[in-house]
């Protein structure tokens, strides 16, 4: 298995967001009188106008997205790195690497520029494709702009539409259990329980062999 680029996930990867996402969609949900575990179930690795049209398709997902992304805001600071992000990222020693998220490009930049995370040259967001997860275009464009082939890129994804995509584009996957279980992410070739592993996952494979 030659991998020559890595490609992650950023909420429940690298950002530990998972308690912040909670609450914005709990209260979303609560002034919209929709069920909260129904919509909290359908959150993960997906751009949240695809969520809203999917919970409460009466409503319009960018006015919407608009008062999700205010609640968002409001949560900025209670969002710090997940443990081993910063020693993971700094260890890749010039290896080629991106980041592709579902996020917004102002929120995921203000977060790393906020808690000191690296930020790659190579940065896909949810808008800059038509179909997002769990379609395999995100992963394909990260690919295609680092000059790599999808099947030498390794992804570091903690939820299974981001696997799923993943999967799709042909690229060797990974399932981070920080928010999700085993079994969720059954479609990855391995998973691991924390950063630490897929340091060692990509030593291993010489990635980022010198360390930090």
Not at 77 to 105: C, F, H, K, M, Y
Not at 134 to 161: I, M, Q
Not at 198 to 206: D, E, K, N
Request: glycine share 8%; with cysteine.
């Amino acid at each position: 298995m030659k991998i020559s680029a890595v490609l992650f996930d950023v909420d429940g990867v690298l950002l530990d967001s998972a308690g912040a996402h909670r609450r914005v969609w709990d209260a979303w949900s609560a002034a919209r009188g929709l069920d909260p575990e129904k919509v909290w179930e359908l959150t993960f690795g997906r751009r949240p106008e695809d969520t809203v049209r999917d919970v409460a398709a009466h409503l319009d997902p960018a006015t919407e997205r608009k008062t999700l992304d205010r609640l968002l805001a409001e949560e900025m600071g209670s969002i710090q790195p997940i443990e081993g992000a910063a020693d993971l990222l700094n260890s890749l020693s010039g290896a080629p690497w991106a980041i592709v998220t579902s996020g917004a490009r102002d929120f995921v930049e203000a977060r790393f520029a906020a808690t000191g995370l690296p930020l790659p040259a190579v940065r896909v967001y949810a808008s800059d494709v038509r179909h997002a997860k769990p379609a395999p275009d995100c992963f394909t464009l990260a690919a295609s702009r680092l000059g790599v082939p999808a099947s030498e890129c390794l992804v570091v994804e903690d939820a299974p539409a981001g696997i799923q995509a993943a999967v799709a584009a042909g690229c060797i996957a990974v399932g981070l259990t920080t928010t999700h279980t085993e079994d969720a992410l059954a479609q990855a070739r391995v998973c691991v329980a924390s950063l630490a592993d897929v340091r060692s996952l990509l030593t291993a494979y010489g990635v980022g062999a010198g360390g930090s």
